[in-house]
């Protein structure tokens, strides 16, 4: 299992990116992948490893090289003094009070930064340009990355909630002061909308809906083009969750509910009273906007349970993006990082770097920083907190560090640790060595064949 957990961490403390499948990575369980054998415990001290520093990279955007390397320290230094006679057992429990220690002071001395340089995140974008554009984004509101279909990075502060997706009824363009219709089943019939028509009479009206289809689209496609309705409508994007996600959104934004054509009425009793109204809805091909008001109760409330979200552990890092996403559209403004690439590849590449440098940028900016010199002032008692405190200083190369990626490290990694030594020591304390183990996973009594 040390040989496993040390063979991953000499790759990923390696300088730059790992080849996988002619493609550069630098994800821990891709690069774990393609260096496992036939030895089951060799396997499981890689994946163990690669766990752990994917929880890292994932939460705080980097620190993968950083973490390998302070995985192959301790694992060496713990290898040495269980050569020497010490109990596996009594070197578990002197590094969890030494990583216990050390992680307490890390808390205690981190230095918030409310001006955010851009020298912290830029050795991840490897750009100033596309640096600066992640901090002027994330001062502007929840900051969202998606890829573009150009070459070139490009920032963007869209006013209002954006919805991906182009109009199904209507000509693009903007229209002022419009109602606002959502209905999260398909619209299929052109006589249950059509009392709502004549009473919205020559007012602008914004459908989003799940689907508009058969009937009601044909007659109101119709109808648009001879002027003699003013109606968009729309394809509610997304599928599932997402999709209720959203029609819950646009309904707390533009002050309405969400009809499915039996609750809270029938569709032919909906009266105009009871629409969200918006401000400008600005149709613009692959996207529409709609500007409403962000400032109400309902919103605010919607925002909260989505910080909550956000908040737990057990959400993981793409949904937690997706979330922010989600909040920038209820605030009604949402600053949007397009990461171009000439190939999709690029593309792809680019934003993921982007995103790694957003993580650490949120990160510093919740829980601020540690200067590398300050781990000086740790008063370290035991050998083990000694040797974890130098072993942190050489692991980074930057003077100031997320005080929540060194508290990640410290826990994530001497976790691994921990878990390796105790389970040497179940090893030996049942008297079963690797062969053992092996012959018990195949299903042979060891007992009787020793007897």
């Known amino acids: 299992m040390a040989e496993g957990i040390l063979n991953l961490c000499r790759v990923l403390s390696c300088e730059g990116q790992v080849m996988v499948n002619g493609v550069y990575s630098f994800a821990a369980s891709e690069v774990a992948g393609k260096l496992e054998g036939t030895d089951l415990f060799f396997n499981q001290g890689i ?89 002027e984004g994330s001062e502007a509101g929840e900051l969202v990355v998606k890829e573009s279909m150009s070459g070139e990075t ?49 007012q602008n009206l914004f459908i989003l809906a799940d689907g508009i289809e058969g009937e009601a689209l044909t007659l109101l496609s119709a109808n648009v083009k001879q002027n003699r309705i003013h109606v968009r409508a729309m394809k509610a994007p997304g599928i599932g969750r997402r999709k209720e996600d959203l029609f819950e959104d646009a309904a707390a934004y533009t002050d309405t509910m969400v009809f499915d054509g039996i609750y809270p009425c029938q569709m032919e009793e909906i009266s105009p009273a009871m629409l969200g109204r918006v401000k400008a809805v600005t149709a ?11 400032d109400n109760n309902r919103i605010c409330r919607r925002i ?14 793409y949904d937690k993006q997706m979330l922010r996403g989600r909040i920038a559209g209820l605030m009604g403004c949402a600053p949007v990082i397009y990461a171009g690439g000439y190939t999709t590849v690029q593309a792809k590449e680019e934003k993921r770097r982007i995103e790694s440098a957003l993580a650490y940028y949120q990160t510093v900016k919740q829980f601020g920083v540690l200067k590398k010199d300050d781990l000086i002032n740790f008063q370290a008692g035991s050998e083990a907190e000694k040797f974890l405190t130098e072993s942190m200083k050489k692991c980074f190369q930057n003077e100031e560090i997320s005080a929540y990626l060194m508290i990640l490290m410290i826990q994530k990694i001497c976790g691994l640790i921990v878990m390796w030594l105790t389970t040497g020591a179940v090893m030996v304390s049942t008297g079963y060595d690797r062969e053992d183990l092996e012959l018990i996973k195949s299903g042979v009594d060891i007992e009787r064949l020793r007897s």
């Open 154 to 202: 490009s920032f963007e502060i869209i006013k209002g909630m954006r919805l991906d997706g182009g109009l199904t009824v209507g000509a693009e363009g903007t229209v002022w002061d419009s109602l606002v219709l959502i209905v999260k089943t398909p619209i299929t019939s052109f006589s249950s909308i059509y009392p709502l028509l004549q009473k919205t009479g020559q």
């Open 304 to 317: 909260d349970g989505i910080k909550e979200r956000i908040g737990d552990p057990k959400t993981n890092y």
């Open 284 to 294: 613009a091909g692959s996207y529409t906007i709609i500007k409403g008001n962000a």
């Open 47 to 135: 994946r163990l490893a690669a766990a752990a520093i994917g929880e890292i990279n994932q939460a705080a955007g980097c620190g993968t090289g950083e973490s390998a390397r302070l995985a192959a320290q301790l694992l060496a230094y713990c290898e040495r003094k269980s050569a020497s006679g010490i109990s596996p057992v009594l070197l578990a429990r002197e590094l969890k009070a030494a990583a216990s220690a050390l992680e307490e002071f890390v808390g205690k001395n981190a230095i918030p930064l409310p001006d955010i340089n851009t020298d912290l995140i830029e050795g991840i974008t490897k750009d100033q340009k596309t640096a600066q554009m992640i901090v």
